[in-house]
């Protein structure tokens, strides 16, 4: 059923959703028999009756200290809100070999809304001003909602700080008593619409009312000023690029700035891509470790005056974080797939992504098998790699959803090392762990894969250089910007190679707004030829050799890309 099939909620049970509303944005008492009406209904209820209200009025803070003074100290506080955590990673960002100013402002940016992060675990605290009286006080409660980390400060009147985004930028701050959203510009558009806030107010309702004495008990107790436990939330994307971009390098922080010891508890769900966290982070082995079960909410502690929910956040791969990743796997037992070290291999070493379904290159059937046989008619020594799926090396609840598509990509990489005539030096990796690809990746002197995830797996864990293959649409953003460009120290800038459009990509479903997901076209013979030219005279060195390989330029519209592109007529 969807929502426009099901009946609307009753008069009286959206009065009793809107006075425990009222009463928690006021901070008072809740009414028990409203709490037993709002607590047991459903999901889509709540946040229908969330949706019914009128919509926050959005407020803009004016968070770039070039626009002028701040108008007030509020604004001033968001402004100092907005800052690297700690001095160590403020070095750091000094020291980044970003690829132009553009790419460095960028990162800096998302990196300013992250920092908060660092100093909530420094201190064991997280502060925040009422806008209206400048009260501060420490944060009361926290949860996890679709991803979004809610914290609810008790000052005066309910102040709730979100953040959102999957490397927890700090979104704006919303007073209920106002209903006004004050709005930090952190380009989360989704989030902070009217449909966003809707869906975690909604369940942020159920929740107080369900858990209505604890509520009580933090009321009456206040703003507490006492350090507290950290739980750090590591994440639970079922997405390894996630968590090696988005949540590893929130930790990876914390450990450069040596605030790991601070962190009391560590809470995951979901798949572990890369092994159980305290095994990628020993610095977090003295921590208690605990798995939860994905949900809507992720809650371990509601309305605890002990606990402090820090969500492990962040958007830079830094060199260090790399390097343990690499430690990581290779510190791991074999699982008997083939890997560098048990594998006689030729160089160079190339690495060619697969995909299927959406941004794919709709001729690999046939033009994979070109590629590699003019590489290898060119270098005899090659060896040739065909990614897809690799399966987490820990829990995994990732992989049966995409059984068809695992299997599907496990065919053609098989049809396509047949149809190389080489297969002594054709390998596919489809079906390896994630354990293999690492260790591969490392090993690689040049690469070939489509824009996303396909391409982090071995463009963020490797200096070789590539080419990422796209749809025309990504031309309208810089090169140093794009997916894939900016987000790991040891990356080179790859080359973009726009493909021409064979038919639009599948999405997952009516919400999808992912962009650049044509399939396309492309000639394998030519991308071959350019594979050549980037691996030049490095075509015999490994990762270490390799520290200060050179930028490659984006391949433009034009002459160049012309003969890259096979154009389909008819």
Known sequence: MTGADRPAIAPSVAEACERVWNAYASLRPLDADDCAVVSGLAEHEVQEWARARPAAESVKIAVDAGAGPAAD??????????????????????????????????????????????????????????????????ASDAVQIFDRTVWSFFGDRLVLLFAAGAGSRALGVLVPEENRLYDFSAQLHTAASADGMANVVGLLLRRVATHRELYHRAVDAGATTAPRQVTLM????????????????????????????????????????????????????????????RGPSWDPHPFSADHLLVPAGGYLIPQSLTERVHRAMADRPPTGAVEPATTPFGRPVIWIGLRLGDKSWADQRTEVPRLIRRLLDRSPEATVLLDGWSYPVGVDEASAKWAPAIAQL???????????????????LVGNSLRESVLWAREVNAYIAPLGTSQHKIGWLTSAPGIIYASPTIERVKPELRPGAYEA?????????????????ERRDSRDRRGH??????DGAALADELLILLGDDSGESMEARR???AWKDIRLGRTLRSLIRRHRG
């Open 73 to 138: 100290e509020f604004t001033e506080f968001v402004r100092g809100f907005l800052t690297y955590g700690t001095p160590e990673w403020a070095r750091k960002m000094e020291q980044w070999p970003f690829a132009s100013a553009a790419a460095r402002a960028k990162a800096e940016r998302f990196e300013r809304y992250v920092g908060y992060l660092d100093r909530a675990v420094r201190d064991r605290d997280l502060r925040f001003p009422d806008p209206r009286t400048g009260r501060e006080v420490s």
């Open 234 to 293: 590591a994440g639970r994307i079922q997405n390894f690029a996630h968590h090696l971009w988005n949540n590893y390098s929130g930790i990876e922080r914390l450990v450069l700035a040596g605030l790991a010891g601070n962190v009391t508890e560590v809470r995951s769900a979901g798949s572990e891509f890369f092994g159980p966290v305290a095994e990628v982070f020993p610095e977090l082995a003295g921590a208690t470790q605990q798995r939860d079960r």
């Open 410 to 428: 496990t065919a053609l990489a098989d049809r396509i090392v047949k149809r190389s005539g080489r297969p002594g030096q054709v390998r596919s």
């Open 489 to 505: 120290e040891c990356s080179t800038l790859p080359r973009y190679v726009l493909g021409s459009v064979a038919k639009a990509g």
């Open 517 to 522: 997901l044509d399939n396309l076209h492309l």
């Open 548 to 550: 200060a390989a050179p």
